[in-house]
């Protein structure tokens, strides 16, 4: 394994919030993951990593500096720290003042893409502990997703920014057979081990949840490995369970995937070869020859499961220091509708483009919309069909129509798996 250090140019990405994520913050102060995941997304060429992504790890040497000039740009300040070389650290008592709580914070996802922030070479590079103690240092919320244990070693940095604000530490795990998993995840943390930690992390009251993804045509989607992530993830006390297929990139990760297949799961090498064949440039599988081969998405397998489970099928929103907080909420209910009436109501294309836009719109938005007029309102830039779930929410502080539309997609799931004749 080759590390090495080099000084990046720049370090943090914004991004819009989904039901994927909502961080609006990213960084990844590695290229390359020992993991080397054998589906992983992050090898395709158009990331422009090195070739030996799994054998040659980069790292961002001057990572910690770029964070702290971000935050600093941002206007806030290292409350957190005892030396600041600030006039505070000689007059305490302008601390309080200096405290960057009246600036718009925002949550930080660590890593993400085309690295794992607690892949091996962490253990001795430390990068990730540097930049947690900073995001600390500023009171800046965080977001991890891993599949690697060593999270745990920061189990003291994530529990005290989860007292001020808030932690959230994912896994990702997508094979509950542990010999199949070690084919796709040769060198990340067993799925068991996974689980322990989510368990463990949720003991000490850091949030944590489950991204199923990717979820493997024929090898994952199974009912066998789908009910054991879901019924174990239950048990352990995973907030959520994110579930998403797999995407295959026409070129090395394509590449690097269908060998593997061949090796060890010949039978399903022609099957995936129909799959994918469309060489979409996004990777995405061609839905058309779904039914051909006797497939479901597996997104509609997992919202049945996590709804009779009553598990989640995203994360719940945190609103960070000086935001608003009706807006974010709205904006959560928003995404959270224009997923399920495009994935299980199959509603129109222009609504949910709607909804999405509405959501972004308020994320952003610098007024609180509980404290404008109606009249003010209706002067928004949104669409009509946005209207009622804005006001129902700021009449009910929940929304309804989101209940119903949740009830209205498990329903619908089940009738359909009915209709396939599958559990
Ligand atoms: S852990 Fe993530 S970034 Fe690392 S190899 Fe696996 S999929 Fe890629």
């Known amino acids: 394994m080759i590390i090495e250090e080099y000084d990046a140019k720049s370090l943090v990405r914004t991004a819009r919030t989904s039901l994927f994520s909502w961080a609006e913050v990213y960084l990844n102060p590695y290229q390359g993951c020992e993991h080397d995941c054998v589906y992983c997304d992050g090898k395709a060429e158009s990331y422009f990593m090195h070739d030996d992504f799994g054998q040659r790890i980069r790292v961002k040497k001057n990572a910690p500096e770029l964070l702290e000039l971000y935050f600093k740009k941002q206007g806030f300040f290292p409350v957190n720290r005892e030396k600041t070389s600030t006039l505070v650290d000689y007059f305490p008592n302008l601390r309080e003042s200096a405290d960057s709580s009246k600036k718009k914070k925002f949550v930080l996802f660590i890593g993400g893409g085309v ?92 949030h944590s949840g489950i991204y199923f993804y990717p979820t493997l045509p024929f090898i994952g989607d199974t009912v066998e490995n789908m009910n054991s992530i879901y019924k174990t993830g239950k048990a352990v006390g995973a907030e959520f369970i994110y579930c998403w297929g797999l995407t295959l990139k026409p070129g090395r990760n394509k590449k690097q995937f269908m060998k593997a297949l061949q090796d060890h799961f010949p039978e399903y090498y022609p099957k995936y070869k129909e799959l994918y064949g469309n060489e979409d440039k996004y990777g995405n599988l061609d839905s058309t020859k779904l039914d051909e081969l006797g497939l479901i998405w597996p997104e509609i397998k997992g919202y049945k499961l ?81 209207t009622p779930y804005i006001d129902e929410y700021l009449q009910e ?15 619908s799931v089940s009738k359909f798996l009915e209709l396939k004749e599958i559990k």
């Open 397 to 411: 502080k929940k929304s309804k129509s989101l209940r119903l539309l949740e009830k209205e997609a498990y329903m």
């Open 115 to 206: 690295c794992d922030v607690y892949q091996p070479a962490e253990k001795e590079v430390k990068m990730t502990r540097n930049l947690l103690q900073i995001a600390y240092d500023y009171k800046i919320p965080v977001f991890f997703l891993t599949k690697n244990t060593l999270i745990l070693r920061d189990l003291d940095l994530l529990k005290k920014i989860n007292e001020e604000s808030y932690a959230c530490a994912c896994f990702t795990i997508t094979l509950a057979d542990e010999k199949k998993q070690k084919i796709f995840e040769p060198n990340a943390s067993s799925s068991q081990e996974r689980f322990e930690a989510i368990e463990k992390l949720r003991d000490e009251g850091i």
């Open 306 to 386: 996590g709804y009779e489970l009553r598990i989640d099928y995203t994360s719940k929103r945190y609103v960070p220091e000086g935001r608003i907080e009706t807006n974010l909420m709205i904006a959560e209910v928003l995404h959270r509708l224009a997923y399920l009436k495009s994935f299980f109501i199959k509603s129109s294309k222009y609504e949910t483009r709607q909804l999405n836009l509405a959501a972004n719109f308020l994320n952003t938005f610098s007024k609180d919309i509980s404290l404008m007029s109606e009249e003010e309102r209706e002067k928004l830039d949104l669409d009509k069909v946005i």
